[in-house]
């Protein structure tokens, strides 16, 4: 029991009420992050920006799932333990959200010795409630999704879910008794509608359990079968099924990982104080565990449910399912690398209605990125920076009288508040985007309306200068209103117009009124926002296959110099130093997996690597140091050339050399366009 002071204690309910607790699924650990990862992050990531603007107490949790079959088996293959495997694969997500400017609060880890504390505490909590028993199943089991099925479920001896084969299996195992809770979970989701989120998502789930009887849940694993995962505490013959434990981090990361409530440092202040969650955001493919395994967990462990889950689409690319083998995966790294995190970031949420399904194209991005953020907002930018450079100097000057379209600019960016507010708490991030783009659009509108070049030349300084700082003013809002989505590109608006404040330290309420620009500020010119991408400079680099200014930020162009254009790399014109297929046939390349990567000791460009090429692991040296860290190429398939005399560089044997492509500043290993068997010939 706590006791406050009855201040502390107003502070305390005032702070709850407001307090945004938010969650992204825990990713699993045997796959690299990719753009279906990033999603759901980066939207969480917005929303919990928006809360700190707002001032609200805010956690933003994020992290990955670590136990389970097919991270033991990952790890297996690849000659490591499972939790060698977590820690590697576990920093690729760390890598990813630190580049794409993620503000998580927290990330767990389901190794973690508390969170296995907790879920072992809820496990005996039901256990000891009669909520779990022990029985002897007998039926089918798909061991890749780690799931029982019924006989009704399967599908021609296949996983109704992931298509695989299934196995018939009998084992005594412990089930969760989930099947009593199903009138109470369709009492609560037809009670509360904003509980699963969209609408078509909560009639699949209620379609679901108003025409299906719900059975109880497999909760164990014999040890014999599966070692890597968290113990029943009542039976040391058994883990827990990985969903028990990876459902759990919502509620045991409010015991250790949560910001301390103001006024107490009890960790069960803390719990009660974060939980509920406000939302777990989830991809569509695992409402049905959030919805009903933890739904009916919580009612059973006596806790509340979580306010909301939503589920988004799916991304596809180029209209296709993404996968490994066909090789369309997009790797949200290369994206960034090629265009920064907040025209990707704008891109996702842009698109498509967070809850139905989208596509990547190469094509759609492009056109995003000309139109909405080179055209639209880089130019609306650029054209005010030069404009007050040239006309007042390089000082924001002061408005004067208001005009008719004055006025319908100012109102409309006093509209946008109403309209965000509303538009986030829908999740609803293209329809806040669109908001956002009403004023732009609305600025540039005023731009031509009132012609200032003619203002200008008429020598009309005083409506020149209203203009002008209208303009400046617009600016300040629009950026204020991106930050959640595009914090850099937001904060550089500010810089440029001679804001000094950082957005993330400000308080939206003392920001939204008009006319908070200071006449006579000095604007900050910086490089051009967002330089169009010219598709037609095309060197076909990454998977992201067209080339953009890389120097963006800096607002350089890209220019190649004479000297990296060196003889010896162009190709070699027709009868000049040509070689017969003899001399080709003798060099043996080879596709290989990169199973290890480590840098060299006191090296920045040497990588030791163990690669995989069928018949053996070799040791290849390579000098990719500076391009890639060596988390990057774990499980990368590559090629090299399997017959060259072993050497030693710093000191350490490469028996191998690695093919890589380079261009300027890129280097870009080679490697196969499918997933091939280690060893396969390349001819
Ligand atoms: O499911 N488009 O982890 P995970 C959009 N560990 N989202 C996609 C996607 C795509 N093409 N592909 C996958 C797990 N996702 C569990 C979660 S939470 C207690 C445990 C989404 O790494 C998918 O829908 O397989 C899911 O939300 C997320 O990626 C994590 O997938």
């Given at each position: 029991?706590?006791?406050?002071?009855?201040?502390?204690?107003?502070?305390?309910?005032?702070?709850?009420?407001k307090?945004?607790?938010?969650t992204?699924?825990?990713?699993?650990?045997?796959?690299?992050?990719?753009?279906?990862?990033?999603?759901?992050?980066?939207?969480?990531?917005?929303?919990a920006?928006?809360?700190?603007?707002?001032?609200?107490?805010?956690?933003?949790?994020?992290?990955?799932?670590?136990?389970?079959?097919?991270?033991?088996?990952?790890?297996?293959?690849r000659g490591?333990?499972?939790?060698?495997?977590?820690?590697?694969?576990?920093?690729?997500?760390?890598?990813?959200?630190?580049?794409?400017?993620?503000?998580?609060?927290?990330?767990?880890?389901?190794?973690?010795?508390?969170?296995?504390?907790?879920?072992?505490?809820?496990?005996?909590?039901?256990?000891?409630?009669g909520?779990?028993?022990?029985?002897?199943?007998?039926?089918?089991?798909?061991?890749?999704?780690?799931?029982?099925?019924?006989?009704?479920?399967?599908?021609?001896?296949?996983?109704?879910?992931?298509?695989?084969?299934?196995?018939?299996?009998?084992?005594?195992?412990?089930?969760?008794?989930?099947?009593?809770?199903?009138?109470?979970?369709?009492r609560?989701?037809?009670?509360?509608?904003?509980?699963?989120?969209?609408?078509?998502?909560?009639?699949?789930?209620?379609?679901?359990?108003?025409?299906?009887?719900?059975?109880?849940?497999?909760?164990?694993?014999?040890?014999?079968?599966?070692?890597?995962?968290?113990?029943?505490?009542?039976?040391?013959?058994?883990?827990?099924?990985?969903?028990?434990?990876?459902?759990?981090?919502?509620?045991?990361?409010?015991?250790?990982?949560?910001?301390?409530?103001?006024?107490?440092?009890?960790?069960k202040?803390?719990?009660?104080?974060?939980?509920?969650?406000d939302?777990?955001?989830?991809?569509?493919?695992?409402?049905?565990?959030?919805?009903?395994?933890?739904?009916?967990?919580?009612?059973?462990?006596?806790?509340?449910?979580?306010?909301?889950?939503?589920?988004?689409?799916?991304?596809?690319r180029?209209?296709?399912?993404?996968?490994?083998?066909?090789?369309?995966?997009?790797?949200?790294?290369?994206?960034?690398?090629?265009?920064?995190?907040?025209?990707?970031r704008?891109?996702?949420?842009?698109?498509?209605?967070?809850?139905?399904d989208?596509?990547?194209?190469?094509?759609t991005?492009?056109?995003?990125?000309?139109?909405?953020l080179?055209?639209?907002?880089?130019?609306?930018?650029s054209?005010?920076?030069?404009?007050?450079?040239?006309?007042?100097?390089?000082?924001?000057?002061?408005?004067?009288?208001?005009?008719?379209?004055?006025?319908?600019?100012?109102?409309?960016a006093?509209?946008?508040?109403?309209?965000?507010?509303?538009?986030?708490?829908?999740?609803?991030?293209?329809?806040?985007?669109?908001?956002?783009?009403?004023?732009v659009?609305?600025?540039?509108?005023?731009?031509?309306?009132?012609?200032?070049?003619?203002?200008?030349?008429?020598?009309?300084m005083?409506?020149?200068?209203?203009?002008?700082?209208?303009?400046?003013?617009?600016?300040?809002?629009?950026?204020?209103?991106?930050?959640?989505?595009?914090?850099?590109?937001?904060?550089?608006?500010?810089?440029?117009?001679?804001?000094?404040?950082?957005?993330?330290?400000?308080?939206?309420?003392?920001?939204?009124?008009?006319?908070?620009?200071?006449?006579g500020?000095?604007?900050?010119?910086?490089?051009?926002?967002?330089?169009?991408?010219?598709t037609?400079?095309?060197?076909?680099?990454?998977?992201?296959?067209?080339?953009?200014?890389?120097?963006?930020?800096?607002?350089?162009?890209?220019?190649?110099?004479?000297?990296?254009?060196k003889?010896?790399d162009k190709?070699?014109?027709?009868?000049?130093?040509?070689?017969?297929?003899?001399?080709?046939?003798?060099?043996?390349?080879?596709?290989?997996?990169?199973?290890?990567?480590?840098?060299?000791?006191?090296?920045?460009?040497?990588?030791?690597?163990?690669?995989?090429?069928?018949t053996?692991?070799?040791?290849?040296?390579?000098?990719?140091?500076?391009?890639?860290?060596?988390?990057q190429?774990?499980?990368?398939?590559?090629?090299?050339?399997?017959?060259?005399?072993?050497a030693?560089?710093?000191?350490?044997?490469?028996?191998?050399?690695?093919?890589?492509?380079?261009?300027?500043?890129?280097?870009?290993?080679?490697?196969?366009?499918?997933?091939?068997?280690?060893?396969?010939?390349?001819?």
């Open positions: 029991m706590i006791f406050f002071t009855g201040k502390l204690e107003a502070d305390f309910n005032d702070q709850m009420q307090k945004f607790y938010i992204t699924p825990i990713y699993y650990v045997n796959d690299v992050p990719h753009i279906g990862h990033a999603y759901t992050t980066i939207a969480a990531d917005v929303l920006r928006y809360h700190r603007l707002k001032g609200d107490p805010v956690f933003f949790l994020t992290g990955t799932d670590e136990h389970g079959q097919k991270v033991e088996k990952a790890a297996h293959e490591r333990t499972p939790k060698e495997h977590a820690d590697l694969l576990s920093v690729n997500f760390r890598k990813l959200w630190e580049k794409l400017e993620i503000t998580n609060d927290a990330f767990i880890r389901t190794t973690d010795k508390e969170h296995i504390a907790v879920v072992q505490e809820f496990l005996q909590k039901l256990f000891d409630k909520e779990i028993e022990r029985r002897t199943y007998e039926g089918w089991y798909c061991t890749p999704d780690e799931r029982f099925w019924t006989e009704k479920d399967i599908v021609d001896g296949k996983c109704p879910d992931c298509g695989r084969q299934v196995e018939q299996i009998q084992e005594d195992n412990y089930f969760f008794l989930m099947s009593k809770y199903q009138d109470r979970l369709i609560h989701i037809t009670d509360d509608p904003t509980f699963i989120r969209p609408e078509s998502r909560r009639n699949e789930v209620l379609g679901f359990l108003t025409t299906h009887k719900l059975g109880d849940l497999c909760i164990s694993r014999p040890k014999a079968r599966l070692a890597w995962g968290i113990e029943l505490p009542f039976d040391r013959d058994f883990v827990t099924y990985v969903w028990f434990d990876a459902l759990t981090n919502y509620y045991s990361a409010t015991r250790y990982l949560s910001p301390a409530a103001k006024g107490s440092t009890d960790p202040t803390r719990e009660s104080f974060w939980w509920p969650a939302h777990h955001l989830v991809g569509k493919d695992i409402l049905t565990t959030h919805s009903v395994y933890w739904s009916t967990m919580l009612m059973a462990l006596e806790l509340p449910l979580p306010r909301n889950i939503f589920a988004h689409g799916w991304w596809t180029d209209g296709k399912k993404m996968s490994k083998s066909i090789g369309n995966v997009i790797d949200p790294n290369e994206v960034v690398d090629t265009y920064g995190p907040d025209a990707f704008f891109f996702v949420l842009r698109e498509v209605p967070f809850g139905l989208g596509d990547y194209s190469t094509e991005f492009v056109t995003r990125f000309n139109t909405e080179a055209n639209d907002l880089g130019n609306l930018l054209r005010v920076l030069t404009m007050v450079s040239k006309y007042f100097d390089g000082k924001v000057p002061a408005a004067r009288d208001e005009h008719q379209t004055d006025r319908e600019l100012r109102e409309t006093c509209a946008i508040p109403a309209a965000v507010e509303a538009d986030l708490n829908q999740l609803a991030f293209n329809k806040y985007l669109h908001s956002v783009w009403q004023l659009t609305r600025a540039n509108r005023y731009v031509e309306e009132n012609a200032p070049w003619t203002l200008a030349k008429k020598n009309d005083g409506r020149l200068a209203t203009v002008m700082y209208n303009l400046a003013e617009a600016l300040r809002l629009v950026a204020l209103h991106l930050y959640p989505v595009m914090p850099g590109t937001s904060q550089s608006i500010w810089n440029c117009i001679g804001m000094d404040k950082q957005i993330s330290a400000s308080l939206l309420e003392d920001e939204l009124s008009w006319g908070l620009i200071q006449a500020t000095a604007i900050c010119p910086g490089g051009q926002l967002f330089p169009r991408i010219d037609k400079k095309d060197t076909g680099r990454g998977s992201t296959m067209i080339n953009a200014d890389k120097t963006k930020k800096e607002g350089k162009k890209m220019e190649t110099k004479p000297e990296e254009q003889p010896a190709p070699a014109a027709a009868g000049t130093d040509l070689i017969g297929i003899e001399d080709f046939a003798k060099v043996q390349l080879r596709v290989g997996k990169i199973v290890q990567a480590e840098r060299v000791e006191k090296s920045d460009k040497l990588v030791k690597l163990k690669v995989d090429i069928g053996e692991v070799r040791q290849v040296v390579a000098g990719i140091g500076k391009h890639y860290a060596p988390e190429l774990l499980d990368k398939q590559i090629v090299i050339v399997a017959n060259l005399k072993p030693k560089l710093m000191g350490v044997e490469s028996q191998g050399m690695l093919l890589a492509a380079s261009s300027g500043e890129i280097l870009s290993v080679v490697t196969p366009d499918k997933e091939i068997a280690p060893g396969a010939k390349v001819k």
